[in-house]
């Protein structure tokens, strides 16, 4: 089971817990595949994640590339900011060892 943000909700995956509204009423029940208008429907919802099947560390077959693209996506705001810069780093370098690719990111001298 994983936990995933409402904007990375693909058609076709498994709801692992059941999805309720505001008043703890079941809106969609644990086995309930999404398509578009559940995910639709999440998102008028207001929910931030729901829990989908799969592992956590899954990386839903993404490349390399791809991983690294969205990890440049999300340091976007704070990229000037040196503590989340080795954060996004430290990040990039557990990816690539975890794709067995070696070697370390490009690393730049503060003054």
Known sequence: ???????????????????????????????????????????RLGLTSVYVEGDAGDASGKTLAELEAELEHRFRRVIDDPIQYQIREAIRVQLRNSHGTTGHPETTTSA
């Open 1 to 43: 089971m994983k936990r995933v943000v409402i904007e990375e909700l693909t058609a076709g995956m498994i709801l692992a817990k059941p999805v309720t509204n505001n008043t703890g009423m079941v809106v969609l029940p644990v086995g309930a595949e999404l398509d578009e208008a559940t995910l639709s429907r999440l998102q």
